[in-house]
């Protein structure tokens, strides 16, 4: 596979489920970002991660835990959510200087019921 | 409180003719400005980049001005084709962020 995939692409979850987002790159970049798009609203940065440490932390409510295991995985980890949490969540990869050019996933469409 | 606002959600153009789209910004500490497309189901590709210590860039049908007095940017592109219908983001840079705004839907009429 090449460039960014994400895993699942939708996700159904109750209040009082744990489940996980995937997100892996094939473009041997360094840099590995998730944002969160609401409907009408622009992307919202949730955090990232350079060389496998965390960078970013955009005051992102503990529900969201990111994991970063290596320079080609991200995950993110959901722990009882609001219905509020409800949108696209879109993971996205960059190489060096050059970070403002980022390559995305299809992102994962997730409902909280 | 946007940094950056896209004041138009969508725009009609004929196919052949010029689309311009519109961005506005506050902060003027942003180091590099972006326009992104995205088609539905799919995640925003990278279409231009510019710096703030330029003007203008082009590439191929597409050109962004920057007029950093007015904290303005725009996006032109000439001549417009079908597979240009998409929703268009603009993006700042500030430090590792990219600041969004929310899109504007651009509908190339046949």
């Known amino acids: 596979e090449t460039g960014v995939t994400q895993t699942p692409r939708h996700l159904v979850m109750g209040m009082t489920n744990k489940k996980s987002l995937k997100c892996e790159q094939h473009?041997?970049?360094?840099?590995m970002y998730w944002y969160k798009q609401s409907a009408k609203k622009p992307l919202e940065l949730m955090f990232v991660?350079?060389?496998?440490?965390?960078?970013e932390n955009n005051s992102v409510p503990s529900r969201f835990s990111p994991e970063c295991p290596n320079s080609s995985h991200l995950f993110l980890h959901l722990h009882t959510l609001q219905p509020e949490d409800s949108a696209l969540y879109l993971c996205?990869?960059?190489?060096?200087?050059?970070?403002?050019?980022?390559?995305f996933g299809p992102g994962t469409r997730l409902t909280v019921t | 409180d946007q940094q950056v606002k896209q004041n138009s959600p969508s725009l009609s153009v004929q196919e052949g003719r010029i689309s311009i789209l519109n961005c506005d910004y506050t902060?003027?500490?942003?180091?590099?400005f972006l326009w992104y497309k995205k088609y539905p189901a799919e995640g925003p590709t990278f279409l231009i980049s510019?710096?703030?210590i330029k003007d203008k860039n082009e590439d191929g049908r597409f050109t962004v001005f920057l007029n950093k007095s007015a904290k303005h940017l725009s996006l032109h592109i000439v001549p417009s084709q079908p597979g240009d219908s998409a929703v268009y983001f603009c993006?700042?840079?500030?430090?590792?962020?990219?600041?969004w705004g929310a899109g504007t839907k651009l509908i190339i009429k046949p």
């Open positions: 996205a990869s960059s190489q060096g200087s050059r970070d403002y050019e980022q390559y």
């Open positions: 473009l041997g970049h360094n840099a």
């Open positions: 991660y350079s060389l496998e440490e965390r960078v």
């Open positions: 902060n003027s500490m942003f180091d590099y």
């Open positions: 510019i710096s703030s």
């Open positions: 993006a700042a840079r500030f430090s590792y962020q990219l600041i």
